[in-house]
């Protein structure tokens, strides 16, 4: 089981500009390929900035001076790796306050965009395909659980676990895990467990039991 990544997610082929694209152009491209924002690189292919339709309009509104990308551009450009995870994009986005990240390799490239719409796709995968993983994959599979023991209900992406297993210590490893799938929007914990490994961890690191007998010598 493997959680999906930037990488997975975004597309590949990504469209740019350069600093000196012209207003119109820009406009052009944006509408030719139906998105809302654009990435500026330099002659390396590094982003430098993001030129969107608000940056266009606030031009046409307020007026200014420049008419190139690079005039109009936010910089520097906030990106993302295809290594992340998609939560960190997503969060990157949320306090960037934008819709789309360029994607660069380990020397600063542009080699795809992400966007909130990429990332969206992730929450609508269908409920039973949700259920099914995490059953097979993470129960059966990773855990080695009974599944006659557990249940799963998975509605709109959140998941209700109860049932009983053995170890107290298990639970918190199989809610991890299953906030870990795709689609996956909160789990819900409602599961019990025979035997309460922590406290004993917690207690005596290994230690002696209360009221067990002391090393030789002791009163």
């Given at each position: 089981?493997?959680q999906?990544?930037?990488g997975?997610?975004?597309?590949?082929?990504a469209?740019?500009?350069?600093?000196?694209?012209?207003?119109?152009?820009?406009?052009?491209?944006l509408?030719e390929?139906?998105?809302t924002?654009?990435p500026?690189?330099?002659d390396?292919d590094?982003?430098v900035?993001?030129?969107?339709?608000?940056?266009?309009?606030?031009k046409?509104t307020?007026?200014g001076t420049g008419?190139s990308?690079?005039?109009l551009?936010?910089?520097?450009a906030?990106?993302a790796e295809?290594?992340?995870?998609?939560?960190?994009?997503?969060?990157?986005?949320?306090?960037?306050?934008?819709?789309?990240l360029p994607v660069?390799d380990?020397?600063?490239?542009?080699i795809?965009?992400i966007s909130?719409?990429?990332?969206?796709r992730?929450?609508?995968?269908?409920?039973r395909?949700i259920q099914?993983?995490?059953l097979?994959?993470?129960?059966?599979r990773?855990?080695?659980?009974?599944p006659?023991e557990?249940?799963v209900?998975v509605?709109d992406g959140?998941?209700?676990l109860?049932?009983?297993v053995?170890?107290?210590?298990?639970?918190a490893i199989m809610?991890?895990?299953?906030d870990?799938?795709?689609g996956?929007?909160?789990?819900?914990?409602?599961?019990g467990f025979?035997?309460?490994?922590?406290a004993?961890?917690a207690?005596?690191?290994?230690?002696?039991e209360?009221g067990?007998?002391?090393?030789p010598?002791?009163e």
């Amino acid at each position: 089981m493997r959680q999906r990544s930037v990488g997975d997610l975004m597309t590949p082929t990504a469209v740019s500009v350069r600093p000196g694209t012209a207003f119109k152009e820009i406009a052009r491209v944006l509408d030719e390929y139906d998105i809302t924002a654009v990435p500026v690189v330099d002659d390396r292919d590094r982003p430098v900035g993001v030129v969107s339709e608000a940056d266009l309009l606030r031009k046409q509104t307020s007026g200014g001076t420049g008419n190139s990308a690079g005039d109009l551009m936010t910089s520097p450009a906030v990106v993302a790796e295809p290594g992340w995870h998609a939560v960190r994009a997503a969060r990157t986005m949320e306090q960037h306050k934008v819709k789309r990240l360029p994607v660069v390799d380990d020397d600063g490239r542009l080699i795809g965009v992400i966007s909130r719409s990429d990332l969206v796709r992730l929450f609508l995968r269908r409920d039973r395909a949700i259920q099914e993983e995490i059953l097979e994959d993470i129960i059966v599979r990773t855990l080695g659980l009974p599944p006659s023991e557990l249940t799963v209900e998975v509605t709109d992406g959140r998941v209700t676990l109860s049932g009983t297993v053995e170890r107290r210590s298990l639970i918190a490893i199989m809610v991890r895990l299953c906030d870990s799938v795709d689609g996956v929007v909160e789990v819900v914990d409602r599961l019990g467990f025979d035997h309460d490994d922590t406290a004993h961890r917690a207690s005596g690191h290994g230690g002696p039991e209360p009221g067990s007998p002391g090393p030789p010598g002791e009163e």
